[in-house]
């Protein structure tokens, strides 16, 4: 019985591992690539979740919805949504200075949050959504708890085929013409506008792409869950762990970002095990432990390794200055 709780637990960490290297990707498109700051990705998370939510549950009485569709409808509609959501706000606000992006994205991921909380016909108000389908949920032949791990290890297989479908295209698109296009307006705008690129269209490119990926994301975690409510799209875990993530995998890196989910999620969920075995008065004080020690971490990393654990792959010209600056 404890393996067996062992092995659930396990999977239930591998699955969130998978949907957070999502976020992280989607992030890394926009940071790692274009050098956009985006700190309202709650907000893209909880519009694709929303979103496939109210396309796949059935139909229930005092709220839009109820269209009983396939997940993967739900899916992509979940991308539409949030690269729809993220148009005009890459729109308005990519033509200005950086801060100007962080500034509304973080606006408006509030806004989202405070309708999604406060809106009962689109989103359940407080109470959210419940009973969305998760695909390959029911293995009516198994007994209970081997059914349980069965749909638990289907779903995380269908998030690692997402993943790696992800990965394959963003890491295709970083090593064509487009992707080293990015890199070059991202460390030097004035040279890219001088050589004719269209530098706001190019931007807004990624960071429609990375909130696209953000939606998928939610609208993984909704039908993982089977429900999705306001207290989901907090932004310490929406928003900021992805940060850390990307950051201590390595910003500009693909397999860094999966890997800064990976270190970042386990030390999240392994730390909030340690504390509850903490007495009862240490409660309230130890929920702050993991945000120590992920502050920590992250200190460690800025401090002995700022470009993350695997950083971003040098080629080229870049290579030869990197060398150059090095051996002076």
Request: net charge positive; aromatic share 12%; proline share 4%.
């Amino acid at each position: 019985m404890e393996y067996l709780g062992l092995l659930n637990y396990a999977l239930f960490m591998a699955i969130f591992i998978g949907i957070y290297a999502l976020l992280a990707l989607g992030l890394n498109i926009q940071w790692g690539f274009a050098g956009l700051f985006n700190a309202g990705i709650a907000g893209f998370f909880a519009v694709g979740a929303y979103t496939s939510a109210i396309l796949t549950t059935e139909h229930a009485d005092g709220r839009i919805g109820g269209f009983d569709m396939p997940f993967f409808v739900g899916w992509i509609g979940a991308m539409l949504a949030a690269a729809l959501v993220a148009w005009p706000i890459g729109k308005i606000c990519l033509r200005f200075r950086s801060d100007y992006l962080a500034i509304a994205s973080i606006g408006i991921a509030e806004i989202i949050r405070l309708v999604v909380k406060s809106e009962p016909v689109l989103t359940n108000g407080a109470r959210g959504i419940s009973g969305i389908p998760r695909p390959a949920a029911e293995f009516p032949s198994l007994a209970q708890e081997s059914a349980y791990m069965a749909s638990q290890a289907a779903y995380l297989a269908i998030v690692i085929v997402v993943l790696i479908a992800a990965y394959l295209l963003v890491e295709r698109q970083f090593n064509a013409p487009w992707g080293r296009m990015m890199r070059a307006i991202r460390d030097n705008e004035g040279a890219a506008k001088a050589m004719g690129k269209d530098v706001e269209f190019r931007r807004l490119q990624a960071f429609i792409f990375g909130s696209a990926l953000m939606g998928l994301g939610g609208a993984l975690f909704a039908h993982f869950n089977r429900s999705i409510t306001p207290e989901a799209i907090d932004p310490m875990v929406a928003t900021f762990l992805v940060w850390i993530m990307l950051i201590l995998g390595g910003s500009g890196n693909n397999r860094g970002a999966i890997l800064g989910a990976a270190v970042v999620w386990i030390i999240w969920s392994m730390s909030e095990i340690a504390t509850d075995r903490l007495p009862t008065e240490y409660a309230i004080q130890a929920k702050y432990i993991r945000l120590f020690l992920i502050g920590l971490m992250l200190q460690l990393v800025l401090r002995f390794r700022p470009e993350g654990l695997l950083p971003e792959p040098l080629r080229g010209d870049r290579r030869a200055t990197r060398s150059g600056a090095d051996h002076t």
